[in-house]
């Protein structure tokens, strides 16, 4: 394929195009900078269909590659390797997805320094879309930086009042894992011979040493997921977050975590994988139930889905450490449906914030009355967080506790039976929330002033729904999408069960 044409290059770097034309505008162009950003992330959406239209489900393999080569380090060969398969599509497609959504809630909210918050954003969906097709290690860990940058500023800049500490928080907790991440690169790459993916060979990695690669690798990865006990930057960044920080963060930023524990860990450190299974599970378990207990107690309704998404994301990582097909391909989906349900939540919350300037829960009460289509589209948001049949949370949630319980891996079924406390656990946070919020009567006299939602923030809202009800009612096209990757993923575990045997 022709590298010139090929759509990983472009729907990785066309944001940057958008970057460009804004830094050529005048400050005074708001109208211009907000629609050439929000044009160029649609295109980029347009393109990640173009790839996903050429792409083989069938295909366990990588597909579209480009490799060329780059630079030495050392003698070793670094290559700008990129390519697409089953387990990077749909993130891929998510981040292009949930972009354009998060710049069309900026409208009103965002005036200060508008220029330099569209060219942070789109800045931002490049580094996420190289993160997720990245296939060499040194070009991996570049891109994984290079987010950092445009998050930290989104967050610094346009945040809340203690913006710039969640913002110094947020860059410190990532970075100190990504430097165990980079030591752990540069060992397997000096040892053997070259940073390509595609050419690493699991079998060459001594037991001895695939423990601390492991660790050094998988620390970066719970960081950003994040687990428990590594999850007390999150809070502070989606508080303190602008709206669309706060959604672009919980819907595609967080993924790269679970992504990272699919494409290094788990291929790359099988032994050390197994060996510590039980571990993962246990971390993630501990994480579903802490999460959705802390967000219980959250007297600030930002903050309740921010620890909602530690919940959340635990469930993702008990799939992926189930290590069966069930599993990990309910783990894959539950990544999207997070990013498509939270990130909704956190849209609904901006909304209602951008009307009373207020998260506090015991400020609100009967805006059903007020706002009734809010009211509407919010309880099929919140119904699909907290997993309802006919909605995508519960395919994901199914498929991951069906896997957890019949893993051949983890040492017992309880994990999979505590897990599910989770589950009902959300329903109680999730169905307080909503009551505080949209239930009883109208009891502060500035709500009854409240505007119901525009043309253009049901649009914003819209196309998220409309995914929940499909995947909730149809998910067999994702599934497919995923399946032949992930059967070939698992296999390597089965061959080591067998062998264990």
Request: glycine letters at 10%; charged letters at 10%.
């Given at each position: 394929m022709?590298?010139?044409?090929n759509?990983?290059l472009?729907?990785?770097?066309?944001?940057?195009?958008?970057?460009?034309?804004?830094?050529?505008?005048?400050?005074?162009?708001?109208?211009?900078?907000?629609?050439?950003?929000?044009?160029?992330?649609?295109?980029?959406?347009?393109l990640?269909?173009?790839?996903?239209?050429?792409f083989?489900?069938?295909?366990?393999?990588?597909?579209?590659?480009?490799?060329?080569?780059?630079?030495?380090?050392?003698?070793n060969?670094?290559?700008?390797?990129?390519?697409?398969?089953?387990?990077?599509?749909?993130?891929?497609?998510?981040?292009?997805f949930?972009?354009?959504?998060?710049?069309?809630s900026?409208?009103?909210?965002?005036?200060?320094?508008?220029?330099?918050?569209?060219?942070?954003?789109?800045?931002?969906?490049?580094?996420?879309?190289?993160?997720?097709?990245?296939?060499?290690?040194?070009?991996?860990?570049?891109?994984?930086?290079?987010?950092?940058i445009?998050?930290?500023?989104?967050?610094?800049?346009?945040?809340?009042?203690?913006?710039?500490?969640?913002?110094i928080?947020?860059v410190?907790?990532?970075?100190?894992?990504?430097?165990?991440?980079?030591?752990?690169?540069?060992?397997?790459?000096?040892?053997?011979?070259?940073?390509?993916?595609?050419?690493?060979?699991?079998?060459?990695?001594?037991?001895?040493?695939?423990?601390?690669?492991?660790?050094?690798?998988?620390?970066?990865?719970?960081?950003?997921?994040?687990?428990?006990?590594?999850?007390?930057?999150?809070?502070?960044?989606?508080?303190e977050?602008?709206?669309?920080?706060?959604?672009?963060?919980?819907?595609?930023?967080?993924?790269?975590?679970?992504?990272?524990?699919?494409?290094?860990?788990?291929?790359?450190?099988?032994?050390?994988?197994?060996?510590?299974?039980?571990?993962?599970?246990?971390?993630?378990?501990?994480?579903?139930?802490?999460?959705?207990?802390?967000?219980?107690?959250?007297?600030?309704?930002?903050?309740?889905?921010?620890?909602?998404s530690?919940?959340?994301?635990?469930?993702?990582?008990?799939?992926?450490?189930?290590?069966?097909?069930?599993?990990?391909?309910?783990?894959?989906?539950?990544?999207?449906?997070?990013?498509?349900?939270?990130?909704?939540?956190?849209?609904?919350?901006?909304?209602?914030?951008?009307?009373?300037?207020?998260?506090?829960?015991?400020?609100?009460?009967?805006?059903?009355?007020?706002?009734?289509?809010?009211?509407?589209?919010?309880?099929v948001?919140?119904?699909?967080?907290?997993?309802?049949?006919?909605?995508?949370?519960?395919?994901?949630?199914?498929?991951?506790?069906l896997?957890?319980?019949?893993?051949?891996?983890?040492?017992?079924?309880?994990?999979?039976?505590?897990?599910?406390?989770?589950?009902?656990l959300?329903?109680?946070?999730?169905?307080?929330?909503?009551?505080?919020?949209?239930?009883?009567?109208?009891?502060?006299?500035?709500?009854?002033?409240?505007?119901?939602?525009?043309?253009?923030?049901?649009?914003?809202?819209?196309?998220?729904?409309?995914?929940?009800?499909?995947?909730?009612?149809?998910?067999?096209?994702?599934?497919l999408?995923?399946?032949?990757?992930?059967?070939?993923?698992?296999?390597?575990?089965?061959?080591?069960?067998?062998?264990?045997?």
């Open positions: 022709n590298s010139g044409m759509p990983l472009l729907v990785t770097f066309f944001p940057l195009v958008g970057v460009l034309l804004i830094l050529l505008y005048k400050k005074t162009w708001k109208s211009a900078i907000r629609w050439t950003a929000l044009i160029i992330s649609l295109v980029t959406f347009g990640s269909l173009w790839m996903l239209s050429m083989d489900p069938a295909d366990p393999n990588i597909q579209m590659e480009i490799n060329l080569p780059w630079f030495n380090l050392g003698g060969q670094i290559g700008f390797h990129l390519g697409v398969d089953g387990i990077s599509i749909l993130m891929v497609l998510l981040t292009g949930l972009t354009p959504i998060a710049l069309l900026t409208w009103k909210a965002v005036e200060d320094r508008l220029a330099g918050f569209m060219a942070f954003f789109l800045m931002l969906e490049t580094g996420m879309m190289g993160v997720f097709l990245s296939l060499d290690m040194a070009l991996f860990y570049i891109f994984w930086e290079f987010t950092l445009p998050m930290y500023f989104l967050i610094g800049l346009w945040g809340s009042k203690r913006r710039v500490y969640a913002a928080k947020f410190l907790y990532t970075m100190a894992g990504s430097l165990l991440m980079l030591a752990g690169i540069l060992w397997v790459g000096l040892q053997y011979g070259g940073f390509d993916l595609t050419k690493m060979d699991a079998s060459l990695i001594p037991q001895s040493a695939q423990l601390w690669l492991f660790a050094a690798f998988g620390l970066a990865f719970a960081i950003k997921v994040p687990m428990w006990p590594l999850h007390s930057w999150l809070p502070d960044a989606h508080t977050a602008p709206t669309a920080g706060s959604v672009i963060l919980a819907g595609v930023l967080l993924k790269m975590g679970a992504y990272g524990f699919l494409r290094f860990n788990l291929p790359l450190f099988p032994e050390a994988t197994l060996k510590l299974v039980p571990w993962m599970a246990a971390l993630s378990v501990i994480g579903i139930i802490y999460g959705a207990m802390v967000a219980f107690r959250q007297k600030d309704v930002k903050r309740l889905v921010a620890y909602s530690i919940s959340h994301l635990g469930f993702v990582v008990l799939g992926i450490f189930a290590l069966n097909q069930q599993g990990i391909e309910g783990a894959i989906l539950q990544m999207v449906n997070h990013g498509l349900s939270t990130g909704a939540l956190f849209l609904i919350v901006g909304l209602i914030y951008e009307r009373r300037h207020t998260r506090e829960l015991e400020e609100f009460g009967g805006l059903w009355k007020v706002m009734p289509v809010l009211g509407g589209l919010s309880l948001v919140m119904l699909s967080s907290l997993g309802l049949p006919g909605l995508n949370g519960f395919v994901g949630e199914f498929s991951i506790l896997g957890a319980f019949n893993s051949d891996f983890l040492a017992s079924p309880w994990f999979a039976g505590v897990a599910t406390i989770g589950v009902i959300a329903a109680v946070y999730l169905l307080h929330m909503f009551q505080k919020v949209f239930l009883g009567p109208v009891t502060k006299e500035e709500n009854l002033k409240l505007k119901d939602l525009s043309l253009r923030e049901i649009l914003t809202l819209a196309p998220i729904l409309v995914v929940i009800f499909w995947i909730g009612l149809y998910p067999k096209p994702f599934f999408l995923m399946s032949p990757a992930v059967e070939k993923l698992t296999a390597v575990f089965q061959t080591l069960a067998l062998a264990a045997h």
